[in-house]
């Protein structure tokens, strides 16, 4: 079987994840091409090598323009925070490789379409990882809208909230840097409603943003003193869809007691569809059916669900991991077909043109075309 060596950047959360995802997704899908863990780069020798023995990588290396530059270096996985992503993507994209990068696609929308210019220029596939959508009962809703099961979409409702930093004291992270992270719960939660919303539903045309930012100083990491938070807590937005629907995106990491509360709920002329990733194997599903009607609960666990086959039998749940290794599965077979994947980058910067628009209109107090 042909092999595809991976070099991923990024040692932390999603390298983690990424490279679980590249590690098993030989083990239970049967693929077309090989996957080979070869390079892990980040930025600290020490920590570096230690992820890559740990994460199972043939090699570890801080030089990352180096790893990109090796002729044996088939597909770039880029996880590292977002004022990275457009240096890697488009290096690797003019060096020939496969580019995979996770969310946000950038940190500004200019960003993200000189990303996408470098991709299409170069003729190189490449795929964004907005890994919900790889949700077994994610992928059931898209199918049953996709049926008509629901009828004609009136409202989209995307909520994300977190609470990690609730205590005043929690430190200045990256995420909580313009610079590093370009916006805050925004575009680090925002977007993945934003792209379900998408996924489900459709384009989106006009916003009504508000940005709060509740906590302003911070303590810096390295216990020097304090520092400012120059990106939003909380990111709320109304929205109006091409399609005639309207609906709301809120992320907040201020919410005690949601941990990852990845929630969206789809009413429709026929019925209406809720799923919540803290229940992720499970979709409410509410359709008219007379008296007996009422919101039933299907539990996509089946081996006719998108993906379940592949794990175990009904009724034994998978986990958030998996739908990275779901995405990276599909990423396979898109680069054995040499067909482009979904989300790709141009799905990153339509992410990014709503993101923006959102921020534009907090300021402008107005609707904002996207
Ligand atoms: C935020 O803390 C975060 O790690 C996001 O960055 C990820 O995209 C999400 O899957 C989990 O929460």
Request: hydrophobic share 40%; glycine share 8%; aromatic share 8%.
């Amino acid at each position: 079987m042909a092999k595809l060596n991976v070099a991923l950047f990024g040692t932390q959360f999603m390298g983690r994840a990424h490279s679980n995802a590249w590690r098993q997704v030989g083990r239970f899908f049967d693929l077309p091409v090989e996957p080979v863990l070869k390079v892990l780069c980040g930025r600290n020798p020490e920590s570096t090598r230690a992820a890559a023995a740990k994460l199972g990588w043939e090699e570890a290396s801080t030089e990352w323009e180096a790893v990109i530059a090796r002729s044996d270096i088939d597909v770039v996985d880029i996880c590292t925070p977002g004022d990275s992503h457009e240096p890697i993507a488009i290096a690797a994209a003019e060096a020939g490789k496969v580019v995979f990068c996770e969310k946000p696609l950038a940190n500004t929308l200019a960003e993200s379409e000189r990303m996408r210019d470098a991709v299409e220029k170069a003729g190189v596939l490449h795929m964004l990882c907005h890994n919900y959508r790889r949700a077994p009962a994610v992928a059931l809703a898209r199918q049953m809208i996709e049926a008509g099961e629901i009828g004609t979409i009136r409202h989209f409702r995307g909520t994300y909230l977190q609470d990690w930093i609730v205590d005043p004291q929690f430190p200045r992270v990256w995420r909580l840097e313009k610079a590093r992270a370009g916006s805050g719960a925004l575009g680090d939660i925002a977007s993945h409603s934003l792209d379900l919303a998408r996924y489900l539903v459709g384009e989106l045309t006009e916003v009504s943003g508000l940005l709060e930012t509740f906590i302003a100083e911070r303590p810096l990491e390295d216990g020097s003193g304090s520092g400012v938070v120059d990106v939003d807590d909380a990111a709320l937005a109304l929205v109006r869809f091409e399609s005639g629907a309207i609906g709301s995106i809120e992320g907040s990491r201020f919410c005690p007691g949601r941990k990852n509360h990845n929630r969206f709920e789809i009413n429709g002329s026929l019925g209406s569809l809720a799923f919540d990733l803290e229940r992720m194997n499970e979709l409410e599903v509410y359709r008219e059916e007379g008296p007996g009607s009422g919101f039933r609960s299907v539990l996509a666990t089946d081996p006719a669900h998108p993906y379940v086959a592949a794990w175990w039998p009904p009724g034994h749940v998978l986990g958030y991991e998996h739908t990275f290794t779901h995405t990276v599965h599909d990423l396979l077979e898109a680069i054995d077909r040499q067909e482009l994947p979904t989300p790709n980058f141009e799905d990153g910067v339509r992410n990014q043109r709503v993101l923006e628009a959102i921020e534009r209109s907090s300021a402008s107090r107005s609707w904002e075309s996207v």
